[in-house]
Protein backbone atom coordinates (compact mmCIF):
# COMPACT_ATOMS: atom_id res chain seq x y z
CA UNK A 1 0.00 0.00 0.00
CA UNK A 2 1.09 3.35 -0.66
CA UNK A 3 2.18 5.91 1.78
CA UNK A 4 -0.01 9.23 2.19
CA UNK A 5 2.25 12.41 1.64
CA UNK A 6 1.88 14.46 5.32
CA UNK A 7 -0.23 17.21 4.85
CA UNK A 8 2.50 19.42 5.31
CA UNK A 9 4.41 18.48 2.35
CA UNK A 10 1.03 18.34 0.25
CA UNK A 11 0.70 22.24 1.69
CA UNK A 12 4.05 23.15 0.49
CA UNK A 13 3.58 21.68 -2.84
CA UNK A 14 0.32 23.85 -3.83
CA UNK A 15 2.52 26.94 -2.16
CA UNK A 16 5.47 26.19 -4.50
CA UNK A 17 3.24 25.72 -7.59
CA UNK A 18 1.57 29.28 -7.20
CA UNK A 19 5.11 30.84 -8.18
CA UNK A 20 4.43 29.56 -11.75
CA UNK A 21 1.26 32.00 -11.82
CA UNK A 22 0.63 33.63 -14.88
CA UNK A 23 -0.05 37.74 -14.99
CA UNK A 24 -3.47 38.60 -15.36
CA UNK A 25 -5.46 41.26 -17.12
CA UNK A 26 -4.33 44.51 -16.27
CA UNK A 27 -6.29 46.64 -14.72
CA UNK A 28 -8.11 49.08 -17.79
CA UNK A 29 -8.55 51.76 -15.14
CA UNK A 30 -4.84 51.81 -14.19
CA UNK A 31 -3.52 51.71 -17.78
CA UNK A 32 -5.96 54.50 -18.39
CA UNK A 33 -4.86 56.74 -15.99
CA UNK A 34 -1.02 56.41 -16.96
CA UNK A 35 -2.18 57.99 -20.42
CA UNK A 36 -3.73 60.65 -18.34
CA UNK A 37 -0.74 61.03 -16.20
CA UNK A 38 1.27 61.29 -19.21
CA UNK A 39 -0.87 64.00 -21.07
CA UNK A 40 -1.15 66.06 -17.84
CA UNK A 41 2.03 66.24 -17.24
CA UNK A 42 3.66 65.81 -20.56
CA UNK A 43 5.69 63.67 -19.70
CA UNK A 44 8.66 62.45 -21.93
CA UNK A 45 10.18 59.38 -20.09
CA UNK A 46 9.19 56.57 -18.50
CA UNK A 47 11.05 54.94 -15.79
CA UNK A 48 10.61 50.91 -16.12
CA UNK A 49 12.37 49.88 -12.19
CA UNK A 50 12.27 46.97 -10.68
CA UNK A 51 14.63 44.63 -8.04
CA UNK A 52 16.85 42.08 -8.07
CA UNK A 53 16.71 39.34 -4.94
CA UNK A 54 18.62 41.16 -2.89
CA UNK A 55 16.64 44.56 -3.21
CA UNK A 56 18.81 46.43 -5.00
CA UNK A 57 16.68 49.06 -7.76
CA UNK A 58 17.40 48.40 -11.50
CA UNK A 59 15.57 50.20 -14.33
CA UNK A 60 15.63 50.95 -17.99
CA UNK A 61 14.19 54.63 -19.33
CA UNK A 62 11.78 54.92 -22.58
CA UNK A 63 10.70 57.38 -24.58
CA UNK A 64 7.24 58.03 -23.75
CA UNK A 65 6.16 57.20 -27.02
CA UNK A 66 7.01 53.38 -26.87
CA UNK A 67 4.55 53.13 -23.73
CA UNK A 68 1.41 52.07 -25.39
CA UNK A 69 -1.67 49.70 -23.82
CA UNK A 70 0.20 46.98 -25.36
CA UNK A 71 2.97 47.19 -23.15
CA UNK A 72 0.90 46.56 -20.15
CA UNK A 73 0.52 42.70 -21.31
CA UNK A 74 3.34 42.34 -23.54
CA UNK A 75 5.86 44.19 -21.27
CA UNK A 76 9.70 44.79 -23.08
CA UNK A 77 12.29 41.81 -23.37
CA UNK A 78 15.61 42.52 -21.76
CA UNK A 79 18.72 40.73 -20.77
CA UNK A 80 18.34 39.23 -17.28
CA UNK A 81 22.07 37.88 -17.11
CA UNK A 82 23.26 41.40 -16.40
CA UNK A 83 21.32 40.68 -13.51
CA UNK A 84 23.37 39.11 -10.19
CA UNK A 85 21.72 35.28 -9.57
CA UNK A 86 19.51 35.26 -12.34
CA UNK A 87 20.16 34.34 -15.69
CA UNK A 88 22.54 32.37 -17.84
CA UNK A 89 23.36 34.36 -21.03
CA UNK A 90 22.38 31.12 -23.01
CA UNK A 91 18.97 31.63 -21.16
CA UNK A 92 18.61 35.51 -20.18
CA UNK A 93 16.09 36.59 -22.29
CA UNK A 94 13.26 37.74 -20.17
CA UNK A 95 9.89 40.55 -19.67
CA UNK A 96 9.67 43.73 -17.79
CA UNK A 97 6.11 44.20 -17.25
CA UNK A 98 4.89 47.64 -16.12
CA UNK A 99 2.41 47.06 -13.31
CA UNK A 100 0.22 50.49 -14.36
CA UNK A 101 -1.06 50.74 -10.59
CA UNK A 102 2.14 51.51 -9.68
CA UNK A 103 2.20 55.04 -11.57
CA UNK A 104 4.31 57.94 -10.33
CA UNK A 105 5.65 60.98 -11.49
CA UNK A 106 8.97 61.38 -10.77
CA UNK A 107 9.37 64.30 -8.74
CA UNK A 108 13.21 64.45 -8.99
CA UNK A 109 13.45 64.31 -13.15
CA UNK A 110 15.02 67.15 -14.86
CA UNK A 111 12.49 66.02 -17.45
CA UNK A 112 8.87 65.26 -16.86
CA UNK A 113 9.33 61.48 -16.27
CA UNK A 114 6.74 58.63 -14.97
CA UNK A 115 7.79 55.82 -13.01
CA UNK A 116 6.42 52.41 -13.25
CA UNK A 117 7.31 49.56 -11.29
CA UNK A 118 7.52 45.75 -13.25
CA UNK A 119 7.46 42.43 -12.73
CA UNK A 120 9.70 39.96 -14.25
CA UNK A 121 8.09 37.76 -16.48
CA UNK A 122 9.84 34.40 -18.26
CA UNK A 123 9.27 34.96 -21.92
CA UNK A 124 9.47 31.23 -22.78
CA UNK A 125 6.77 30.09 -20.09
CA UNK A 126 4.57 33.76 -19.63
CA UNK A 127 4.82 33.00 -16.08
CA UNK A 128 6.37 35.20 -13.30
CA UNK A 129 10.01 35.15 -13.10
CA UNK A 130 10.51 32.82 -9.07
CA UNK A 131 13.04 35.13 -7.99
CA UNK A 132 11.94 38.54 -8.71
CA UNK A 133 10.76 39.49 -5.44
CA UNK A 134 7.79 41.21 -6.14
CA UNK A 135 6.65 37.43 -7.73
CA UNK A 136 7.46 35.95 -4.69
CA UNK A 137 5.16 38.74 -2.78
CA UNK A 138 2.52 37.76 -4.40
CA UNK A 139 2.45 33.75 -3.41
CA UNK A 140 -0.17 33.24 -1.25
CA UNK A 141 0.69 32.93 2.30
CA UNK A 142 0.52 29.79 4.38
CA UNK A 143 -2.82 29.46 6.87
Request: proline share 8%.
Amino acid sequence: MAKKAPAAASKAASFTSAAHAKPGKPDSAAVKRVFELMQEHSVELVDLRFTDPKGKWHHTTQWHTTIEEDTFVEGFMFDGSSIAGWKAINESDMVLLPDPTTAVMDPFSAKPQLILICDIVEPRTGTYYARDPRSTAKLPKPI
